[in-house]
């Protein structure tokens, strides 16, 4: 599976952004694609995931800000993120897995196999 991540860029505080994954190549492996993000000298962390079904799981960070979803005839994902903060800074990463479980398999990103290139998303002051 090759994820193709787009649409980082730069925006002001409480501004918005959308964010676009397409998977191809063995996109049934793709139950579950979502987000995960890595500011400078932090840990990466989980953002958004949803599922083939559509079933949708946020961060609490993230939650009521971000809104993910999915077009599985086109095989991508959508993140559009508003009412951005400074804090929302990071690359942002693209990843599907195969893993049906709940629980850990959701937030974990060693759950997921596959792993686009970031886009960068920077949110001014």
């Known amino acids: 599976v090759q994820l193709q991540a787009s649409g980082g860029g730069l925006v002001q505080a409480g501004g918005s952004l959308r964010l676009a994954c397409k998977a191809s190549?063995?996109?049934?492996?793709?139950?579950?694609l979502g987000w995960f993000r890595q500011a400078t000298g932090a840990e990466r962390e989980f953002v958004a995931v949803?599922?083939?079904?559509?079933?949708?799981y946020y961060s609490d960070s993230v939650k009521g800000r971000f809104t993910i979803s999915r077009d599985n005839a086109k095989n991508t994902v959508h993140l559009v993120m508003n009412s951005l903060k400074p804090e929302d800074t990071a690359v942002y990463y693209c990843?599907?897995?195969?893993?049906?479980?709940?629980?850990?398999?959701?937030?974990?990103?060693?759950?997921?196999?596959?792993w686009g290139l970031g886009t960068l998303v920077t949110v001014s002051s």
């Open positions: 949803i599922e083939w079904s559509g079933g949708t």
């Open positions: 190549g063995r996109t049934g492996s793709t139950y579950r």
């Open positions: 990843a599907a897995s195969s893993f049906r479980t709940s629980g850990v398999y959701v937030y974990t990103g060693g759950y997921y196999e596959y």
